[in-house]
């Protein structure tokens, strides 16, 4: 069997959130199990990708409406990811620093996609499987079933996962003519919402639609950006699939990035160590709990809740907090005007950087997760991966992966996203740092928790193969 995944992020060659961890490592884990697994993705003007070395298996040439794109497939040979890769090259609309963000995001969407099947079309072995990941890949199964071009494809059966149904990549109908000619019978199944709606599209046309917790997608049939009766009448072909992490990726006792490595026997150490590491960079009390925020500044994030939640929680507590992350503007700038009332209690990095996360999961004492969506969520299981007690609100994957300590759980939930929760939580949070010995027990207990992928790619193994079944 065979499974090719197309996505505009695969970690560590492109990443804006948690799809590219997805794709960087559950073909990994697919490809241990026989099942043949490989990666198609764009082409970016971005570090990671110039300095990988290439090699061209296939020129070719897409339209869209007038316009011609030539176009290269090109397998990226020193990636070393565990499972083949590919990049679509189309200099004039993929080669960008960034996947997304642009005014003509329509047509780079759309130009992956038609590079992808044509390139396809040409191969005399076609995949088992076409598994598209979120509305960037969403116009695949629709293609695949009703374009006159694709009819080579029409067996393929095609998976649709969506990672966060909050972006539906929607545009005009005047943009019809860039979609390559269907049956026009069909063209109901591109609107929702008096829009082309690719995310619909996929919902409707895909052999299979999964999301990325269960949790997830039982509140995606009560709350979808307008979706949530479309996913209620495809409820029969949807299913959620916890997503994993990569422990050869995420652990602390091999970790590059961390200030000293440990494993179960060495936790608290290793993470004394680390957390040193933190308070002196950023002018912390290293006795104090340290309680951080690792992520974007958006309001599904609970982000936008983030400002009062310091000043309360700093007006009542004895306690540090760190916040890393960038989004919202004015939420940074919310963040950045408390610095100078609570000097040497509360910092923020603005912005991204991978190491200084590593290092705040092996250093920080409790991680803030007070999401309004959250679909799985993959820093509250490199939280547990690395012995950081995880703080989050019950929703989505935080329900499926952290259930309570006062249920026998791994960490502390709140049921809403609202400052007060939040507080109270944090509370919580102190009175068990403040008991040592069963603190310091959990901490050696979560760490031994296996998130690996090897449970959710068995999942997805099996789902693949009753489709084939199904040809």
Known sequence: ?????????????????????????????????????????????????????????????????NDPYDYEIKEITSAGLGFTIYAVAIPALLYRPKPYGYHDDTERFLSFQLAVLDWLCTLEELPSIIHCHDHHTGLIPFLVAHAHAYE???????????????????????????????????????????????LAA??????????????????????????????????????????????????????????????????????????????????????KPLFAFIGRMVYEKGADLLPDIVSQ???????????????????????????????????????????????????????????????????QMYALRYGLIPIVRRIGGLKDTIPDIGDGGYGICHDQASVQDVCYSIGRAVELYEDKEQYQALQERIITIDNSWNYSAKQYRELYKSLNQLK
């Open 1 to 65: 069997m065979k499974v090719l995944h197309t996505s505009f992020e695969c970690y560590p060659l492109a990443k804006v959130g948690g799809l590219a961890d997805v794709v960087g490592a559950l073909p990994k884990y697919l490809t241990a199990l026989d099942c043949h697994t490989e990666v198609i993705m764009p082409m970016y003007d971005n570090a990671a990708m110039q300095s990988q070395s290439y090699h061209t298996v296939y020129n070719g040439t897409i339209r869209l409406g």
């Open 152 to 198: 080579k494809l029409r067996t393929i059966p095609t998976v649709l996962t969506i990672h966060n149904a909050q972006y539906e990549g929607y545009f005009s109908h005047d943009k019809m003519y860039l979609i390559p000619s269907f049956d026009f019978e069909k063209a109901g199944l591109l609107d929702w919402g008096q829009s082309i709606n690719p």
């Open 202 to 287: 996929a919902i409707k046309c895909a052999w299979k639609v999964t999301t990325v917790s269960p949790s997830y997608m039982e509140e995606l049939q009560q709350f979808a950006n307008g979706l949530e009766g479309l996913l209620s009448h495809e409820n029969e072909k949807c299913m959620g699939i916890l997503n994993g992490i990569d422990p050869d990726v995420w652990d602390p006792a091999t970790d590059p990035m961390v200030i000293t490595n440990y494993d179960s026997t060495t936790l608290l150490e290793g993470r004394a160590k680390n957390k040193e590491w933190i308070c002196q960079e950023f002018g912390l009390d290293i006795d």
């Open 313 to 379: 929680t700093l007006a009542d507590k004895d306690v540090s907090l760190l916040i890393l992350g960038s989004g919202k503007h004015d939420i940074e700038e919310r963040l950045e005007a408390l610095k100078p009332h609570y000097t040497g209690r509360y910092n923020t990095y603005i912005g991204y950087d991978e190491k200084l996360s590593h290092i705040i999961y092996a250093g920080a004492d409790f991680l803030l997760m007070p999401s309004r969506v959250e679909p799985c969520g993959l820093n």
